[in-house]
């Protein structure tokens, strides 16, 4: 009986360090399909500034448009968007690190820096 048990246990050992070459194989494709997919994506994502930047006032209806949002901006809030002239997602070399969210504001008597960044 314990031959038998030895035969088993090394098989489900055999099976575990197949899984976890897969597991890595796996982690390492999408890591470059994540990557690929970022690099195609910010072409788009500036294309898309670009049109939103002809649009007047397009930050401030966004955001005053989002439900969940809309209450929590005050009347200065909205003033300040007056300024807001482009957001920008981007996404750290190494995708799992995360990313950051930079809001790029026009000149204004707001405040004096004309990028707020958030980092995720």
Do not use: C
């Amino acid at each position: 009986m314990a031959a038998a048990e030895d035969i088993h246990g090394e098989a489900i050992e055999k099976l575990k360090q197949i899984q976890d070459e897969l597991e890595k194989i796996n982690e390492k494709e999408l890591l470059e399909i994540k990557q690929k997919h970022n690099e195609m994506s910010k072409l788009l994502y500036d294309k898309r500034n670009n049109v939103i930047e002809s649009i007047p006032d397009f930050w401030k209806t966004a955001f005053l448009g989002h439900t969940d949002l809309r209450n929590l901006l005050s009347e200065e809030d909205q003033e300040v968007f007056k300024y807001f002239s482009s957001l920008e997602v981007e996404n750290h070399e190494d995708v799992k690190s995360g990313y950051s969210i930079t809001f790029n504001f026009n000149p204004n008597r707001h405040f004096s820096d004309a990028k707020i960044v958030k980092l995720f």
